[in-house]
């Protein structure tokens, strides 16, 4: 059990430009999310997957964001034409099972758009 | 919808002293409650968790939460902090039945003074 990992860590980016992140979930986890964090703030959900298939969407998700799970395994999240609000700490968790069961959390993508 | 509020922002306390870090959550149905912890530089933990049963759990390093219904609230302490506690921690609620949707409030960050 190698935990959560996102890559990459620390994301600079000019306004306008596209980024993507990465997440890993550990291995025989079915269930992934992304949560975003701002200064001062909990995380907030953005989104969830359960195998390759994604459940919910926060509103907070605008159409400039899309996530996808392709094979189930591991996730990327996209944001396009990037504005400066966009700038945040990035999470994915995974987890295995239904709601009882714990999420684990990465370290997170720190983004800052210019 | 749920929601939870953290309302301390920031506590310090000396070394060796008791804390309590106050949460308070809003649900029309049932909920599960956690308290995660992040250290500097670290992704977010899980500290402990209350999905059933007793209404007092505790955490491994000397943690423990009460789960309040009728005050709908789930205080988070410790009868003697010690400076490798000093982390933000955050209060969250699921709701129960449901998937994994998880409200976090806004943190509290514990700085322990030596």
């Known amino acids: 059990d190698t935990g959560v990992s996102q890559n990459p860590r620390h994301k600079i980016t000019k306004r306008g430009q596209n980024v993507t992140f990465r997440c890993d979930p550990i291995?025989?986890?079915?269930?992934l999310y992304w949560y975003r964090q701002t200064l001062g703030q909990g995380p907030e959900f953005l989104t969830y997957?359960?195998?390759?298939?994604?459940?919910?969407k926060s509103r907070l998700l605008s159409d400039r964001f899309s996530a996808e799970r392709p094979k189930g395994s591991f996730s990327t999240l996209e944001i396009q034409r990037t504005e400066q609000g966009d700038s945040a700490m990035y999470l994915c968790?995974?987890?295995?099972?239904?709601?009882?069961?714990?999420?684990?959390f990465g370290p997170g993508t720190r983004l800052l758009v210019l | 919808a749920q929601s939870v509020t953290q309302l301390d922002s920031q506590v310090p306390v000396f070394e060796e002293a008791p804390v309590e870090l106050r949460c308070n959550y809003s649900?029309?149905?049932?909920?599960?409650l956690f308290w995660y912890v992040q250290y500097p530089n670290q992704g977010l933990q899980l500290l402990l968790k209350?999905?059933?049963?007793?209404?007092l759990v505790e955490s491994i390093n000397g943690f423990e939460a009460e789960f309040n219904k009728s005050q709908t609230s789930f205080h988070l302490r410790k009868p003697s902090v010690h400076i490798s506690d000093t982390a933000e921690y955050f209060c969250?609620?699921?709701?129960?039945?449901?998937?994994?949707?998880?409200?976090f409030g806004t943190g509290t960050k514990l700085q322990v003074i030596p």
């Open positions: 969250a609620v699921v709701r129960s039945g449901g998937y994994q949707k998880v409200t």
């Open positions: 968790a995974s987890s295995l099972g239904p709601a009882l069961e714990t999420q684990y």
């Open positions: 997957f359960q195998n390759e298939a994604q459940l919910e």
């Open positions: 209350y999905l059933s049963g007793s209404t």
């Open positions: 291995s025989e986890h079915n269930r």
């Open positions: 649900s029309s149905v049932s909920v599960y």
